[in-house]
């Protein structure tokens, strides 16, 4: 499986950015997608995830209302809209996925190394 990311960029506080994952290679919905993460010197986390299969999803308490993870399946994409962006929001942003799995909250917990395929990461930027 290959992911692609795009999107990112840079916004003020408040503001809103949404972030693409592209899959292809492989038949999709047995896979699950997480958005993961990480800023120097922290553990990278799981912030959305969601299962290509039924479109159930799982969003960390921090960004729970702010975020949101949507599918498109026909063309094996994956969403993250990212609104009321604070400073502590930015990062570099990561999509994964994963085909063993058992619910989608247990995925966004999931150490870096049971995620078998990443994105090459974007960079996400709040400040004013």
């Known amino acids: 499986l290959r992911l692609v990311e795009s999107g990112g960029g840079s916004v003020a506080p408040g503001g809103s950015l949404r972030l693409s994952c592209i899959a292809s290679g492989d038949t999709l919905e047995h896979y699950a997608i997480g958005w993961f993460r990480q800023v120097p010197g922290k553990e990278r986390e799981g912030v959305a995830c969601i299962s290509l299969h039924d479109g159930s999803t799982f969003y960390r308490k921090s960004v729970k209302g702010r975020f949101a993870i949507s599918k498109h399946n026909a063309n094996g994409t994956v969403f993250l809209q990212m609104n009321n962006l604070t400073p502590e929001d930015a990062a570099t942003y990561y999509c994964?996925?994963?085909?063993?799995?058992?619910?989608?909250?247990?995925?966004?917990?999931?150490?870096?190394?049971?995620?078998?395929?990443w994105g090459q990461g974007s960079q996400v930027t709040v400040s004013s």
């Open positions: 994964a996925a994963v085909t063993e799995w058992t619910t989608v909250e247990v995925v966004c917990d999931m150490p870096t190394y049971e995620l078998e395929a």
